[in-house]
Antibody
Framework: EVQLVQSGAEVKKPGESLKISCKGS????????IAWVRQMPGKGLEWMGI????????TYSPSFEGLVTISADKSITTAYLQWGSLKTSDTAIYYC????????????WGQGTLVTVSS | DIVMTQTPLSLSVTPGQPASMSCKSS???????????LYWYVQKPGQSPQILIF???NRFSGVPDRFSGSGSGTDFTLHISRVEPDDVGVYYC?????????FGGGTKVEIK
């Protein structure tokens, strides 16, 4: 069974750093990209960027370039999303997702990680 | 980036009645390979998005045939032939033509 299991909810203060994770299982991790998608409270879906775990090639949406870092460790089939200095505006649910069925958009999604940034 | 625009913002539908929603892209989603990379998702309350339709009108495995898609180029429509209570949620279109992928703002479907 294909699964993307994300790390748990986080509560952080502005200026703190954070790294959240997404573990893939049930498929060949290096054969499909993983994307990260943001959903701010009560809002829609925003594409942040994508990583190809086979060679760690990443492409960021211009809106998120320089604000976050996407990485992956194929030895433990896990992708990551990290911030160096969080802002209150980073409060959102973050989803990882993959195209295991071969679509050009995500066809499998993680359960989401709620990140709350508050002083 | 390709801009995806969805209308209406919300729909209130009586169970058993049809519903339809529109999605327009700022440029054609027709690829040089002849395929049109327009997809539909639903996000039910408290859940992750789930994919419904690929390449305009093809249903993913397990998606009821009450759901159908149509359109071409830049104009697309998702139809629900007979809305059921379980269809409540926000429906998003998304383009798969180029990076970054971009989503429409969503159409919220509620039950009367």
């Amino acid at each position: 069974e294909v699964q993307l299991v994300q790390s748990g909810a986080e509560v952080k203060k502005p200026g703190e750093s954070l790294k959240i994770s997404c573990k893939g299982s049930g498929y060949i991790f290096t054969s499909y990209w993983i994307a990260w998608v943001r959903q701010m409270p009560g809002k829609g879906l925003e594409w942040m960027g994508i990583i190809y775990p086979g060679d760690s090639t990443t492409t960021y949406s211009p809106s998120f370039e320089g604000l976050v870092t996407i990485s992956a460790d194929k030895s433990i089939t896990t992708a990551y999303l990290q911030w160096g200095s969080l802002k209150t505006s980073d409060t959102a649910i973050y989803y990882c997702a993959s195209n295991v069925l071969g679509a050009r958009v995500p066809d499998y999604w993680g359960q989401g990680t709620l990140v709350t940034v508050s002083s | 980036d390709i801009v995806m625009t969805q209308t209406p913002l919300s729909l209130s539908v009586t169970p058993g009645q049809p519903a339809s929603m529109s999605c327009k892209s700022s440029q054609s989603l027709l690829h040089s390979d002849g395929r049109t990379y327009l997809y539909w998702y639903v996000q039910k309350p408290g859940q992750s998005p789930q994919i419904l339709i690929f390449e305009i009108f093809n249903r993913f495995s397990g998606v009821p045939d009450r759901f159908s898609g149509s359109g071409s180029g830049t104009d697309f429509t998702l139809h629900i032939s007979r809305v059921e209570p379980d269809d409540v949620g926000v429906y998003y279109c998304v383009q798969g033509l180029q990076l970054p992928r971009t989503f429409g703002g969503g159409t919220k479907v509620e039950i009367k």
